[in-house]
């Protein structure tokens, strides 16, 4: 997808625009991918990451070049994939970051991990991927987000402010954890020009429900799941123009579940 271009007009260039860029983990299903169909969309070039290699029946055709393969669980995947990050930007400017990945872990029955039963090792993976990730992707990406004056979104949930009936204690801790490091990381970034934010998508509709989330329908004042499209919106209005002034933000994007 070829970068947008100015019309021509008296007193105004007709240098193209430069085209903006994204890096999003968490890419190959659910929120993370409807993100990337709302970034490319809107012309954005769309560089994604996740444990998977990238599928050859997907219809991106983008995508095969701009797709990173890494687990955020091991350093020296991470490592490599930060590296690679950069190598792939070629020092170019980036615009967005947004940590999507996560992990949520379930007992051999597929039920919730509780905070008696979850082990040592689960309890480090999890905290990995869903909290050390994200900051450790900002850090090494730190020079491209000031060249971009780029923002940083981290997806939490609405797990992290209540014990959920599905999501595990590790989960909700991390998820808790990241809505505190968004707050930090805002402090820390914005000297840079770098807005962080985040948000908290409550019961969305994606092929990895849970079974019985329909049963919390009840609970939702506006009645009904949310879409993977609207939490990619919310996502997409972060990294705006329009939200250049927001940051240090947590937005629940759950039909008003938490109220």
């Known amino acids: 997808m070829g970068a947008s271009s100015v019309a021509a007009s008296p007193g105004r260039s007709s240098e193209p625009e430069e085209r903006k860029t994204v890096i999003l983990t968490g890419a190959s299903r659910g929120i993370g991918h409807a993100t990337v169909k709302r970034f490319s969309s809107a012309g954005w070039r769309v560089i994604t990451c996740s444990r998977q290699s990238f599928p050859e029946d997907c219809p991106w055709s983008s995508g095969p070049e701009d797709h990173i393969q890494i687990d955020l669980s091991d350093d020296d995947s991470l490592a490599a994939g930060i590296a690679e990050m950069r190598n792939r930007l070629g020092g170019a400017a980036l615009h967005a970051l947004v940590n999507n990945a996560a992990i949520s872990p379930k007992n051999d029955d597929g039920l919730r991990l509780g905070s008696i039963d979850t082990p040592p090792a689960v309890w480090q993976q999890v905290l990995k991927v869903n909290l050390v990730a994200p900051v450790l992707l900002a850090q090494g990406l730190r020079d491209n987000l000031e ?3 780029g923002g940083i979104v981290n997806v939490t949930s609405i797990a992290g402010s209540r014990v959920h009936k599905f999501a595990g204690s590790a989960y909700a801790c991390s998820k808790a954890a ?5 707050r930090e990381m805002a402090s820390d970034f914005g000297r840079f020009g770098i807005k962080v934010n985040a948000i908290a998508p409550g ?19 506006l009645g009904r799941l949310g879409t993977p499209e609207e939490v990619a919106s919310m996502i997409y209005f972060l990294c705006s123009e329009q939200a250049r002034y927001v940051t240090g933000a947590e937005i629940h994007v759950n039909g008003g579940q938490h109220v």
């Open 178 to 182: 990241l809505a505190t490091l968004t």
């Open 147 to 149: 060249q971009g004056k």
């Open 203 to 221: 019961e969305i509709d994606t092929s990895i429900l849970s079974p019985g989330t329909e049963e919390l329908i009840a609970s939702i004042p």
